[in-house]
């Protein structure tokens, strides 16, 4: 494989698991969402670095709040989970004083290997963390690197601008940067 084509390869790989991601995301709240990793940055599977995957982490904007109970909304995305074709569906509590609940689930079709749903009640503002790592795909990281970072491959890599702090899960994805240090956005004709 050419190093064009692992690139072309990971982003179709990147862009089916974050929309997959998304429409989650969708079914908790349709707004903006707080981005702690965008989840287009490949890493080398623990163990194998000959072969890549992708982590995103989005949270709940502060301010948000749960229509119910954490347990409400986990059942809620497990059954919506169940019907929209993911599988190893898991739902699990806390003892004790902490309120939390996680849902797993898990959707190699998607490139899906484990997404995470941690639901966690406050007293000033609720918050739901997603969380998702890719399955594992064929390739070197850092070949895809080289070609997501305008002169990394020499050494020399621009400076990265990316201001975004929160994202709507329906908006266009971008993965690697422009020759200006800009996310690079892509449309179907590429």
């Known amino acids: 494989m050419t190093d064009e084509e692992l690139f072309e390869q990971a982003r179709e790989v990147n862009f089916a698991y974050k929309h997959a991601v998304a429409a989650v995301q969708l079914e908790i709240l349709d707004a903006g969402w707080q981005i702690s990793a965008y989840g287009d940055a490949p890493w080398a599977c623990p163990g194998d670095a000959s072969r890549y995957e992708f982590d995103l982490t989005r949270r709940t904007p502060e301010g948000w709040r749960l229509d119910g109970t954490p347990l409400e909304l986990a059942e ?3 059954a919506w989970l169940d019907e929209n074709g993911w599988s190893d569906i898991k739902t699990r509590g806390y003892s004790g004083e902490i309120a939390d609940v996680v849902v797993e689930a898990e959707y190699p ?3 899906v290997d484990l997404l995470i749903v941690d639901i966690s009640p ?5 918050a739901v963390t997603v969380s998702a790592t890719s399955t594992c795909e064929p390739g070197d990281y850092l070949d895809i690197v080289r070609d ?12 990265l601008h990316d201001e975004r702090k929160t994202e709507h899960p329906t908006v266009p994805l ?4 422009n020759d200006d240090g800009t996310p690079r956005f892509w449309n179907d004709n590429e």
């Open 148 to 159: 997501q970072v305008p002169g990394f491959a020499d050494n020399d890599p621009i400076e």
């Open 174 to 177: 971008s993965f690697g940067f």
């Open 76 to 78: 809620d995305v497990a």
């Open 109 to 111: 079709e998607k490139y």
């Open 122 to 126: 406050g007293e000033v503002f609720d």
